[in-house]
């Protein structure tokens, strides 16, 4: 099944995501090792924890979706069990 424009557009958006999550952990990780700041890190990581858990919202039940496992066209809401990505009108 193909998955519709708006559900593209959607797989885009999470990808950029992922990726912004991943910068800000690298990101909290370079401030450890090169400046030597425990509490930078921190709060970088806390604000991409923060960040991450907020930013993935179901289309059809509007809860949030955890996204730690990989993101695929047929990812599915634990919540409602609708695939995130298809049947957005
Ligand atoms: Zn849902």
Do not use: W
């Not at 990780?29 to 930078?40: E, I």
């Not at 921190?42 to 730690?68: G, R, S």
């Amino acid at each position: 099944m193909k998955i519709s424009e708006k559900g593209q557009a959607l797989l885009a958006k999470y990808k950029k995501i992922q990726k912004l999550y991943i910068l800000l952990l690298a990101l909290a990780a370079m401030s450890l090792v090169f400046l030597h700041n425990f509490v930078l890190m921190v709060a970088l990581a806390v604000f991409a924890f923060v960040f991450e858990a907020k930013a993935y919202i179901c289309p059809h039940c509007k809860k949030t979706v955890d996204c730690k496992r990989r993101i695929k066209e047929d990812s599915c809401c634990l919540h409602c069990q609708k695939y995130i990505f298809k049947n957005l009108d």
